[in-house]
């Protein structure tokens, strides 16, 4: 298992934000809460509970699944992306 921070728009390192690189896929980790996971096969999954948490949260999970807000709710909607309970 691999953790690496997010990086801004400008490039720095951003605390708090991570890309976590495990077997089964890449988790965002915001915090203490993991918010998305991108498994190497299957759906996105979103955490049910805190997937759209705060403006600074949706700016970095944005930048993780390269999709907007907007885009990602159409795909919950429509069920290429599940919500989960990531936090168990």
Do not use: C, H
Not at 60 to 83: A, P, V
Request: hydrophobic share 30%; proline share 2%.
């Amino acid at each position: 298992m691999k953790v690496q921070n997010m990086q801004s728009s400008r490039g720095t390192t951003v605390p708090n934000q991570f890309k976590i690189f495990a077997d089964e896929g890449v988790y965002f980790q915001s915090y203490a809460t993991v918010i998305a996971f991108y498994p190497r096969s299957g759906k996105i999954q979103l955490d049910e509970n805190n997937w759209n948490r705060s403006r600074t949260t949706a700016r970095f999970r944005n930048q993780f699944l390269g999709l907007t807000t907007k885009e990602t709710e159409t795909k919950i909607k429509s069920g290429e992306i599940e919500l989960a309970n990531l936090n168990k």
